[in-house]
């Protein structure tokens, strides 16, 4: 989004998910999340040099058909989240709290321009983040990244004009 190197992005995940108390496997999956789809690694690659549970969950994580329309795929992933382990949790919203840190960053920076450098409008995008805070909240209400992510959705949606859109935490445990 700001011309950053990209393995700046594996990296911070990671981090994330080491300050949240992620294991070791969890950790090291955050760093190989995106692989599969950016790198041309398959599962297979993954499972012998780094174990089934690191496979299990970058696998949890990969998009899999990269041909698909984009809401295509972003909906699928979405669909595919109450179906994860905890561990793929934890990467999955460390992954989204980090692009959502991201946007919001650049948003600050660029403003709406920030939009600019996806396939989706500005709208889908602030929907899909949305969806997805939403499904992550319903399948584990007591995710440790919930705060973090809602936090970041609030002040990204918040230094948006139109106000259109919503989001809401339950007041459950």
């Known amino acids: 989004i700001g011309g950053e190197p990209y393995v700046l992005h594996p990296m911070s995940v990671a981090l994330i998910l080491a300050c949240f108390g992620a294991g ?3 950790i090291i999956a955050g760093l190989l999340h995106d692989v ?6 398959n599962i297979a690659t993954i499972q012998k040099e780094f174990g089934k549970k690191v496979a299990n969950i970058v696998d949890d994580l990969t998009e ?3 041909n698909l329309p984009w809401a295509t795929r972003k909906r699928n992933a ?3 989240i109450p ?3 905890r561990d793929s949790l934890l990467v999955k919203s460390a992954d989204v709290l980090h692009n959502l840190s991201d946007l919001t960053k650049g948003f600050k ?6 939009f600019e450098h996806f396939s989706a409008t500005k709208e889908k995008q602030i929907r899909r983040y949305e969806k997805m805070i939403k499904a992550l909240e319903n ?6 990244f919930l705060p973090e992510l809602e936090k970041n959705f609030s002040e990204l949606k918040g230094g948006l004009k139109d106000g259109t859109f919503r989001h809401g935490r339950k007041n459950q445990e």
Not at 36 to 41: K, L, N, Q
Not at 109 to 114: A, E, I, L, N, S
């Open 24 to 26: 070791e496997e969890a």
């Open 139 to 144: 399948v584990w209400l007591k995710n440790p």
């Open 83 to 85: 179906e994860m382990g």
């Open 78 to 80: 979405i669909k595919h």
């Open 36 to 41: 599969v789809e950016d790198c041309g690694v």
């Open 64 to 66: 899999k058909d990269k």
């Open 109 to 114: 920076t660029r403003g709406h321009g920030v």
